[in-house]
């Protein structure tokens, strides 16, 4: 028993010293108090004495733990510092644009503001109903037109295709797709519809066609995640009461991944409900309400706001306010489709074998 | 699951899955057709424009000559976006999958996918209404102390509405997806090449360094390509924000800045006409061309990690 007691002690006695658990607080406490006494005397901002504070922080506990520790540990000490570091400031810009917004659009926010629209109104607010119709309607197109094709895309990578060279093909081209820039898809239906229809054709559905191509990717990329999440089981299940197998696939392996796939579909239409480039080309802009997806331009939300920011008028001070108002109702909406993704995606979790 | 144990198992083939099984193979082909549409009708809308005259172009000569500064442009701003973001990116990808307790991390992982849910014109927004402006004071310092280095020439804008201002609001917006996959491919790393590190005595970073870097290396590289082909293609951001004026210059805090082929598409589109339009379109084949040379290399990369194809 006593050579087990005693071996912890040589082994302590052997290690190097080591800084106390606590001293990169102490550092910090130390570091923020001389930037802020630095700070104040030579009358920097917030911004100033956070950014000094900061390299105090760094070098001092870098220092402190080369003289009593060693090189080595100083180094990983330097390194878990600026990690946390990137971190903060990763989350900065989220915060001072959710600030920002917030405090510029919330005034903005009224009756008027959301169910006035700008035709005919000079020299007083407008209000934004014109641009969330458009909106809604523009995706409601890209949302027909995308969900249909992704969906059996993933059903067909899936449940059909497996390795063969095609679907290799399409998961690759679909993952490529994910990246082609928003404005590309908005030439693109820009130039479909400039020789289908005629020359600079501007309306709704080309806007749900530019959406789509920008939106299929998600949709097929998160079904597929989700189907295969299906256990096997079932379907064999089924196959072996004499289903066969497209039955199969739409009352059993659809229903299971249901939750899943909804949740997609609702992420997918958050990321595409905010492009501005591809509308501003197919689309273009228009001060009235426009119920017609095949006639005519069509405000919407993401354009609105670009546009009267940019070309305000006479009065500019009352179009850019009015921007923020309706920035602050895009992330009001683009947040409340995530979290209603989230949410589906908890009460319909899936029901897996495992 | 494939078409041919489907014909092994099944005496007679039955009508609804001939149907069912031709539809989705159609509309996976679908997809590609859509693709290849996308180069199609780009080049039969944009082809005039390479034919065009002097004078029609913005007073540039010919189309290679009214593109290559957007290009330079376009590079520009994206590379110092990549600049920026990369090594944050990387930071909170370690501090997600090796630094931060669970709970935390899941918290930070949100947080940046909330990050990525933010319209690109609401970043426009804030850049140019609030990130610009703050920003002045700091272009100014660089323009007196630093202006010696030709980056920092100047003379300082007086808007902030800069190159690297751009820059700086696409680093923002390219992190979220550099993040998400390093921070992936990081918490593959064996872990065993992690705990003999440790066991050899390696403080934290030194296992970092020797375990999690090493097998994530290319991982990272199509990461930062994933984003360098966001940052490539972002347009309102960068149309809201930049003061543009078409030239080619490597001074980043002056007033007088290239533009983007993305920015300068949206910014002139909608008032133009003519063969003026049909260099817009050809522009936005060029953009088109550069982002899916990029991301078709970043993906190619980036299937190597996937699960099941290799250890």
Redesign the interface.
Known sequence: MTSLQTAPDTIAQARVRRLPRFAPAIAGAVALAAGTLLGISLGWNVAGIVVVAVLLYLVGLNIWSRLVENA??A??R???S??????G???I??V??LY??IT?GAPQLNGRFLTWTMRNVIGEPGGIYHAIIGTLLITLAATVISV??????A????????E?R??R??R??????????????G??A???F??VVGPGTQFGIGGGVALS?LM??IV?RSTEEMLKLVPNDL?EAS?ALGV????T??RVVLPTAMAGIITGVTLAI??V?????PL??IC??TDSSNFNLFGGQMASL?VF??SS??QPGRNPEILQNM??GG?LV??II??AL?LIARIAGRIFAPKTGH | MTTASVRTTSPKRRLGDVVFANLTRTAGALILVSLAGVAIFLTSEGLPAFGAKAGELQGHDNFLAYVAPLVFGTILAAVIALVIATPLALGVALAVSHYAPRRIATAIGYVIDLLAAVPSVVYGLWGIGFLGPKLIPIYQWLDEHLGFIPLFKGPASPTGRTIFTVGIVLAIMVLPIITAITREIFSQTPRLNEEAALALGATRWEMVRLSVLPYGRSGIVSAAMLGLGRALGETMAVALVLSASGVVTFNLISSTNPSTIAANIALSFPDSTGVARNALVASGLVLFVITFIVNFAARAVVARYEPGRKK
């Open positions: 080595r540990a180094t990983d330097m390194m878990t600026l990690i946390w570091v990137a971190l400031l990763a989350f810009p989220l001072s644009l920002k917004v510029k249909p094709v992704g969906l059996l895309s059903i067909y990578l899936v449940e059909y295709g497996g063969s095609m679907a093909w399409i690759f081209l679909v993952d490529v797709m994910t990246g082609i820039p928003s404005i590309v898809a030439l693109f820009y130039a479909l400039a020789i191509l299929i990717p097929v379907r196959y066969p197998k497209w039955k696939i739409v958050a990321r409900i905010g492009e501005t480039a501003l080309i273009g802009n993401p706001i670009y920011y940019t921007a923020w920035a895009l992330i683009v947040m995530n």
